[in-house]
């Protein structure tokens, strides 16, 4: 259905950009790393994951030596020993493979009063025997509570985490609670977030009495974005059993708000390092902020589905890190500010396929979307190639190109008027796409501003033809006539039929939204309908010569991983079947390329004549032979002009020499006479 085809296709694309983003993202970060092992010196490990503190082993601290284990701390305190409040380094207090009992209260309250005082529906988790360490033991509970009415005013609901070696008690506030053998801490189970704006919507045909009560407009007023507290049913607490000793003061924050310091204040002989209870994650990584429900006095029960197991240290990291990351971006894109990373959207999207998606297919999708950036690299390269060297329009369906300015347009105008949901980044492509299909416009026909006293504001656009069409190009334009029109037939009673159902049983924000939300829907549904009468042309021409043949190769090759994309993200059956129709005309392209095999004697892929490309390149061989036997000429030349020169210089030098003999015996000569006359 056409109402389907626009939201899922939307959904398709950004998901798709999303995996690419993420991809590109991850490639990045990878690079970054190795420049950075390479090139700075890295810091000597704080963490040590082979102690065992219960036994007594000694672990590396920072400076001051080993940290015993708890049973071998002092037992009474050095005066003379400098005490550090904040412990420089920690180890682990409880041994691996101990038994827990935990307990969750769940209370409008941030201190937790006496367990006998709190409301037995308050107590959303008890379970005994959970053993510390074991990765085989996993335990899940659901059970539902009452919402307190403080909640459902506004103020956050939060869950008192009750954690003991099993046996010992777990309520803080008797006198029989253990500090050394039991713990407890507060964590939020709701999260503060801005409100999703919704614009007002309402059926244009329809009064305002009619307009859906249930889209209420959340208007932004001077101090920003209004927030309300949000709820998850679901979440994961796992134990870290493997931290081992850690620098306290050099955590990073998103690991040390999990970490729960032994309550007396004890120090090893040197006052410096402590000791810290396991920790417990409370995993909100998975949440997604769709799955969530805004609490109000309409409110009255909540679901809870816990997850209790053992996590080890190194995804503990990296969750809690990226997670954490995240909600601050989340929350500073919410005040205003402009996040690099953006608000997170993009990376919920991800999330959302990471859980909704099979890990072979996922991990296919992973790789082809690396293909698919390459191929639309490449697509893009040899397409403006293609255009910019062609000379004639054979073949050329220039109403093909105008329409697809048309649509390309309308889909950019219907992506800003739903700016909340868009990024800038596909804005940016978008409008990328229609300026390269107007200068097409401009290599096909020049266009032209002319005067006209029949149009409103006295000009209108004309196109001209760049020279005299010849006997092809003036069947390629009568082709092109005749399968827009047959097109027209098609196309037009379509999209009236589904501007008549969205207009009677939809609703919209105005008349301008409704006309780019029909138009686009169009696009989306019947958009394929462009390449038909490319494919008319070469039918009636008997030729694929004129096409791009490796640009649309690349593009058809992306509409495949289009369609993997489809079969991954979640959709109605009706757009991922409506995904495979670019693959119908692409198969019809590949007969007909079968079929007209190309004939260079007549036109070659750029639309140029092949024999005229033959005399061209033979022109071009005897033009480099000319200039070759030229140069060698004129080596030859320069030669012979310097062998004549040589022999006219040793002539001449010869000539010299025997002048100058010749003088010299006259000389001889003539002295001798006058002696004799003496």
């Given at each position: ?25 991850v ?32 672990v ?28 420089q380094?920690?180890?682990p ?25 709190m ?7 008890d379970e005994?025997?959970?053993?510390f ?8 509970i ?34 029989r ?20 704006k ?9 009064g305002?009495?009619e307009?859906?009560p ?72 998975w ?59 993009e990376?919920e999207?991800?999330?959302?396929i990471?859980?909704?998606s ?21 697509a893009?390269?040899n ?5 910019r ?19 390309q347009?309308?889909?950019f ?97 105005s ?17 394929f309908l ?6 008319y ?34 959709m ?14 692409f198969?019809?392209?590949?007969y ?22 033959d ?23 320069q ?40």
């Amino acid at each position: 259905m056409p109402e389907a085809a626009a939201p899922a296709a939307q959904q398709d694309g950004n998901m798709s950009s999303t995996v690419k983003s993420v991809v590109q993202s991850v490639g990045i970060f990878i690079a970054i790393q190795f420049v950075m092992k390479q090139f700075i010196q890295q810091p000597a490990a704080t963490v040590v994951d082979n102690a065992d503190p219960a036994k007594g082993t000694a672990v590396p601290a920072i400076k001051t030596g080993p940290i015993p284990a708890w049973e071998n701390r002092p037992t009474q305190w050095n005066p003379k020993t400098a005490y550090n409040p904040i412990p420089q380094s920690i180890a682990p207090i409880w041994e691996v493979d101990t038994p827990l009992d935990v307990q969750i209260y769940v209370s409008p309250s941030m201190m937790i009063p006496a367990l006998s005082q709190m409301p037995k529906d308050s107590l959303v988790l008890d379970e005994r025997g959970f053993v510390f360490g074991d990765w085989k033991d996993r335990r899940e509970i659901d059970t539902t509570f009452p919402v307190p009415k403080e909640v459902q005013e506004g103020s956050p609901l939060w869950a008192h985490f009750l954690i003991a070696q099993s046996g010992n008690p777990l309520d803080p506030t008797t006198d029989r609670f253990d500090p050394s053998k039991a713990y407890h801490f507060t964590r939020p189970l709701t999260q503060v977030l801005p409100k999703k704006k919704e614009r007002k919507r309402h059926n244009l045909l329809a009064g305002k009495s009619e307009m859906d009560p249930t889209l209420e407009e959340v208007a932004e007023d001077k101090k920003g974005p209004q927030f309300a507290n949000y709820y998850h049913p679901n979440f994961t607490m796992s134990f870290i059993p493997d931290s081992g000793t850690q620098a306290y003061p050099s955590m990073h924050p998103a690991l040390r708000q999990f970490v729960n310091l032994e309550q007396t204040g004890a120090r090893d002989e040197s006052g410096q390092n402590g000791w810290y209870y396991p920790i417990l994650y409370v995993n909100t990584f998975w949440q997604l902020r769709n799955h969530m429900t805004e609490l109000n006095s309409t409110v009255t029960e909540l679901p809870l589905r816990i997850t209790l197991n053992n996590m080890a240290n190194w995804k503990f990291s990296i969750f809690a890190s990226i997670d954490q990351g995240m909600k601050l971006n989340a929350q500073k894109a919410a005040n205003g500010e402009k996040i690099p990373g953006g608000d997170g959207s993009e990376f919920e999207d991800f999330k959302r396929i990471l859980l909704d998606s099979n890990s072979y297919l996922l991990g296919l999708t992973f790789f082809v979307s690396i293909l698919h950036m390459i191929f639309e690299l490449l697509a893009f390269k040899n397409d403006v190639a293609h255009w910019r060297k062609k000379k004639d329009n054979v073949g050329t369906s220039l109403r093909t190109i105008i329409s697809n300015v048309v649509m390309q347009l309308i889909i950019f105008l219907y992506l800003f008027d739903n700016n909340e949901n868009t990024s800038w980044m596909i804005l940016f492509g978008q409008g990328m796409g229609i300026a390269i299909e107007a200068w097409k416009i401009t290599k096909t026909v020049n266009v032209r501003i002319r005067q006209s006293p029949s149009s409103l504001i006295g000009y209108h656009i004309t196109f001209e033809d760049k020279h005299q069409l010849s006997d092809v190009e003036k069947k390629t334009n009568e082709y092109d006539a005749i399968a827009f029109k047959y097109m027209y037939i098609v196309a037009v009673p379509l999209l009236l039929a589904y501007a008549g159902y969205s207009l009677v049983y939809e609703s919209h924000k105005s008349w301008y939204s409704f006309i780019i939300a029909t138009l686009v829907g169009s696009v989306y549904a019947y958009g394929f309908l462009m390449m038909v009468p490319s494919l008319y042309i070469n039918y009636r021409l008997k030729s694929v010569a004129h096409m791009p043949g490796k640009a649309m190769m690349y593009k058809f090759l992306n509409t495949f991983i289009d369609d993997l994309f489809a079969f991954t993200i979640k959709m109605p059956m009706l757009h991922r079947l409506a995904t495979l129709r670019d693959d119908v005309i692409f198969f019809i392209y590949l007969y007909q390329s079968y079929k007209y095999k190309v004939d260079y004697s007549r036109v070659n892929e750029f639309g140029q004549g092949g024999d005229e490309e033959d005399e061209a390149e033979a022109i071009k061989d005897a033009e480099v032979a000319k200039q070759k036997l030229i140069r060698e000429v004129d080596k030859k030349a320069q030669r012979s002009q310097k062998a004549v020169e040589d022999a006219i210089r040793q002539a001449t030098a010869e000539v010299d020499g025997v002048a100058e003999e010749t003088k010299a015996s006259g000389a001889k000569i003539m002295q001798g006479e006058g002696r004799k006359r003496k």
